[in-house]
């Protein structure tokens, strides 16, 4: 960043590069984020400033479930609560995403994310497993979230839960099943070079088809 330039004059992206260079954190951006905004409210800036907070990526290995505990998940499951547990573990929606369920829709084999509800704020198509409507009736609005998950877990004999284990299980199955980074990366909302970097390899083919084959038993035993 030109530090003779005036604070006006500093554009976008000299910011940007400012802060990754410092390899500054979050607690550092939001001060700068404050700083930026009292400088749009006070006229030495004309246009707010956005300044991207730091990436988030797993630190360590990636900890999934097994097919046993997600058959056993779905087996202790509630039916007002299987619909979110569909959208996180079946499909691996973003827990947040999934509770904004008054921007999710299905429509022709797909259940769409809404901008209003994708992390990336961008429209997220998904394609569902065939006859997977039936879990997509059952998406209610959830209410005591995290003591239900609790309660379930217990109930299900799950002793280990990573944070975000149920979105990085489905993530591992889905890059299985579509065989492309590409592909798994537009279903799930992150980047190809992330989910090979963090998924590639860490379930079996053999291991994936036994999972979708345990969402689709569950259907069947349902009807």
């Given at each position: 960043m030109d530090v003779s330039l005036p604070i006006c004059q500093i554009p976008t992206k000299s910011w940007w590069g400012s802060l990754d260079a410092m390899g500054a954190g979050n607690t550092a951006r939001r001060k700068v984020g404050v700083f930026l905004n009292w400088c749009l409210q006070q006229g030495f800036i004309a246009e707010a400033v956005k300044i991207p907070g730091k990436p988030?990526?797993?630190?360590?290995?990636?900890?999934?479930?097994?097919n046993k505990d997600v058959s056993s998940l779905i087996k202790s499951c509630p039916s007002d609560l299987l619909g979110h547990i569909w959208l996180c573990l079946c499909l691996g929606l973003?827990?947040?995403e999934a509770m904004k369920v008054e921007h999710l829709s299905v429509k022709g084999g797909y259940l769409i994310v809404g901008a209003n509800a994708a992390k990336t704020k961008s429209r997220r198509v998904l394609d569902l497993p065939?006859?997977?409507g039936h879990y997509a009736s059952l998406i209610r609005p959830q209410v005591n979230l995290k003591k239900r998950m609790l309660s379930l877990r217990d109930e299900s004999g799950i002793t280990n839960w990573p944070r975000?284990?149920?979105?990085?299980?489905?993530?591992?199955?889905?890059?299985?099943?579509l065989q492309s980074a590409e592909a798994a990366a537009l279903h799930l909302?992150?980047?190809?070079?992330?989910?090979?970097?963090?998924?590639?390899?860490?379930?079996?083919?053999?291991?994936?088809?036994?999972?979708f084959g345990i969402w689709d038993q569950h259907v069947k035993t349902a009807k």
């Open positions: 988030s990526y797993p630190k360590g290995d990636i900890e999934i479930l097994s973003r827990v947040a065939e006859h997977h975000n284990v149920m979105r990085h299980t489905a993530a591992s199955h889905w890059l299985n099943r909302g992150n980047s190809p070079v992330m989910l090979h970097r963090h998924y590639k390899a860490l379930v079996t083919k053999d291991e994936s088809e036994e999972f």
